[in-house]
């Protein structure tokens, strides 16, 4: 069955350091995986994928993420970190070979100090 | 702005009554998903529905249902609520291919009393 994992509940990041969402998955097959954020009282916004190709993604608001297939992982990373990066982070794993369903890990909340 | 709106944004009623939740997906995104998240259960799938055809189920309870209509919007049927399904109720929806990200409404806030 397919899982992904989110080990940490909360990361705090002084403002203009490097930050880093951890996340690791398990599929049975080749994985599709995503980030999402999620500021309060809003819906989810997508960050970026990784489908195949380039291990390095980049996408919205500078953010980036790591495709590591030996150790299963897909954290996000942003080198300088701002106070309105603070929010609510998802990864989310989908099967290539199987259904639709995307599941999503439980969410790091994400606090930048200024 | 996803392209993806959700009506009523905010709901409040009591326990043992049926609501219904609208969603309208992006313009020619053919798959809608459904989702529930709350503070202890975090961001739960429920169902997704494909060119009005359920394609996938998750977590979703018998008393509640879906369904997708031919022109793409759909309804999330809430039944004989119980406090416990005080939420917000995400939609989203994607287009056809299957690498492709979801998009996000701004939810409904459903408040059982």
């Known amino acids: 069955a397919q899982s992904v994992a989110q080990p940490e509940d909360q990361v705090n990041v002084a403002e203009g350091n490097p930050l880093t969402v951890k996340c690791t998955y398990s599929v049975s097959g080749n994985p599709y995986l995503f980030w999402y954020v999620q500021y309060p009282n809003r819906g989810l916004q997508f960050l970026l994928k990784y489908i195949t190709g380039d291990n390095l993604v980049k996408g919205s608001y500078g953010f980036e993420a790591e495709f590591n297939k030996s150790q299963t992982s897909f954290h996000l990373k942003k080198p300088s970190a701002l106070v309105s990066d603070s929010a609510l982070y998802f990864c989310a794993v989908r099967d290539m070979n199987r259904d639709d369903k995307i599941i999503f890990g439980k969410g790091t909340r994400l606090h930048i100090l200024p | 702005d996803s392209g993806v709106t959700q009506t009523p944004k905010h709901l409040i009623t009591a326990t043992g009554q049926r609501v219904t939740l609208r969603c309208s997906p992006r313009s020619g995104d053919l798959s809608v998903y459904w989702y529930q998240q709350s503070l202890d259960q975090g961001l739960q799938f429920l169902i997704q529905?494909?060119?009005?055809?359920?394609?996938a189920k998750g977590n979703i309870l018998e008393r509640f249902s879906a369904q997708q209509f031919p022109d793409l919007h759909s309804e999330l049927n809430l039944s004989s609520l119980e406090l416990g399904d005080s939420a917000l109720y995400f939609c989203?929806?994607?287009?056809?291919?299957?690498?492709?990200?979801?998009?996000f409404g701004p939810g409904t806030r459903l408040t059982v009393l």
């Open positions: 989203a929806s994607s287009a056809p291919l299957q690498g492709n990200e979801q998009f």
């Open positions: 529905y494909y060119n009005g055809e359920e394609r």
